[in-house]
C-alpha cells in the first residue's frame, strides 16, 4: 500500500492534565497509535483513516486545500476530553493522493477500509473532498456483499453529478452505477441539499434513482415531521448504514472552512440530532467527515466545529 503514511508523532498532543487525576485524559493519551497498518489487531474498534486528497475538489472547480484536512482535524479532537470507552479510537494512519492520481488513491483508501472492515473494526475517515465517499461506500459495499447497506449523505449537494472524470461532485452516482454493477439495490438518502445550490438535472437523477431527499428548508422546519422518521426509516429497513457528513452542510457562520459553504445551512446543534440515533442504533458500519479545508478557516473555528462532531459521533458510537 504505497500512498499510505503513518501520522506524525507531532500530531496526537495536547494539554497534559493526567498528574491531577488517572482518569482526567484527552483524546491523545487514549488513542492506540500502532504506527504501522494492523487492523487484524483491534477487532471491535474504530479505525481512523486520513484520506490526504485535493485532486476531487480540484477536478469540481472548487477550492483546494482539503488534503491538508485530516491533520488538522485530529489536532483539533487531540485535546478534547477522552471519556471512558474513547479508547476504542485506533490511528491507522493516511492515504495520500499523488498529484491527478485520483483514482489510484480511491483505490488505496478503498483497499485500506476493506481491510479494517474484514478485520470487524468499524472506520471513521477524514477526508479530503466528497470523492472520500466513493472510496468508502464501496469499501461497505464489498465487505459486505449480501447485506442491505443504507447510505445517509448529510450534505447541501447531492453530488450524483455525471461527468466525464471522477470528482468531489460525482461518489453518489458512482456508488449507484456500483450497485448496479453487483445487481443490488442502491439506499441513497441526502439530507440538508440546497435547492439554490443544485441544478434541476441533479434534482432529475436524485428522483431518477429514487433517492430520498430532504432538502434544507425542510429540514429546518419540519424537522420532526421529515427527519426523524427517515432516520428510523433508514435504522428499521437497512442491515448496515454508512453516514457521510459534508461538512459543507453547516451553515457558513458555523463552517467556513469548506469549498462551497451554505448560506442557510443546517446548524450543529441540529445535525446532532440526526447522528445520535444513528450512532446508537448498532447498525453504524462506517462515518466519513469530508470537505473540511483549513486554509479557509477562520481561526480554527470550524475545526472545532468539525472535531466536535467527530467527538460526538465517537461519543456515542461506543461498542
Ligand atoms: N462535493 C461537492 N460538491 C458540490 C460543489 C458545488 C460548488 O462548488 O459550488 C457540487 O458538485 O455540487
Ligand atoms: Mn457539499
Ligand atoms: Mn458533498
Known amino acids: ?36 497498518f494492523s487492523p487484524q489487531q483491534y477487532r471491535g474498534k474504530v479505525a481512523l483513516l486520513g484520506f ?5 475538489v480540484k477536478r469540481n472547480q472548487g477550492r483546494a486545500g482539503a488534503a491538508q484536512g485530516p491533520d488538522v482535524l485530529r489536532k483539533a479532537l487531540a485535546g478534547m476530553a477522552s471519556q471512558p470507552g474513547h479508547g476504542q479510537l485506533v490511528e491507522m494512519g493516511n492515504i ?10 480511491q483505490q488505496a483508501l478503498h483497499d485500506a477500509l476493506l481491510a479494517c472492515q474484514r478485520s470487524r473494526m468499524r472506520t471513521l475517515v477524514f477526508g479530503g473532498g466528497h470523492e472520500t ?18 447510505i445517509i449523505n448529510l450534505d ?16 453518489f452516482r458512482q456508488l449507484a ?43 429546518l422546519h419540519t424537522f ?33 472552512a469548506v469549498s462551497a459553504p451554505a448560506a442557510l445551512g443546517i446548524p450543529l446543534a441540529l445535525l446532532l440530532r440526526i447522528v445520535e440515533p ?8 462506517a462515518v466519513d467527515l469530508v470537505e473540511y479545508n483549513p486554509l479557509f478557516d477562520h481561526h480554527g473555528a470550524g475545526a472545532k466545529v468539525a472535531a466536535r462532531l467527530a467527538w460526538q459521533i465517537l461519543h456515542w458510537w461506543r461498542g
Open 52 to 56: 490526504e486528497c485535493d485532486e476531487g
Open 156 to 171: 447541501a449537494h447531492l453530488d450524483l453529478r455525471h461527468a466525464q472524470r471522477a470528482s468531489s461532485g460525482t461518489p
Open 133 to 150: 465517499a466513493f472510496a468508502h461506500g464501496c469499501a461497505i459495499l464489498d465487505a459486505f456483499p449480501h447485506e442491505r447497506i443504507g
Open 278 to 285: 444513528l450512532c446508537r442504533s448498532g447498525k453504524l458500519q
Open 96 to 105: 495520500r493522493a499523488l498529484p491527478d492520481k485520483l483514482e489510484e488513491a
Open 177 to 219: 452505477l456500483h450497485c448496479e454493477a453487483q445487481q443490488r439495490g442502491f439506499h441513497y438518502s441526502c439530507i440538508g441539499a440546497s435547492v439554490a445550490a443544485n441544478t434541476q438535472a441533479l434534482w432529475d437523477e436524485a428522483a431518477n434513482r429514487n433517492v430520498t431527499v430532504i432538502d434544507d428548508l425542510a429540514v
Open 1 to 36: 500500500m504505497t500512498l499510505w503514511h503513518p501520522v506524525e508523532p507531532t500530531v496526537w498532543q495536547g494539554r497534559d492534565d493526567s498528574a491531577e487525576a488517572a482518569n482526567a485524559l484527552r483524546v491523545f493519551q487514549t488513542i492506540a497509535s500502532p504506527g504501522d
Open 224 to 256: 420532526d415531521d421529515r427527519v426523524m422518521p427517515e432516520i428510523a426509516r433508514n435504522i428499521a429497513s437497512y442491515d448496515r448504514l454508512y453516514l457521510t457528513i459534508d461538512l459543507d452542510v453547516l451553515p457558513a457562520w458555523e463552517m467556513p
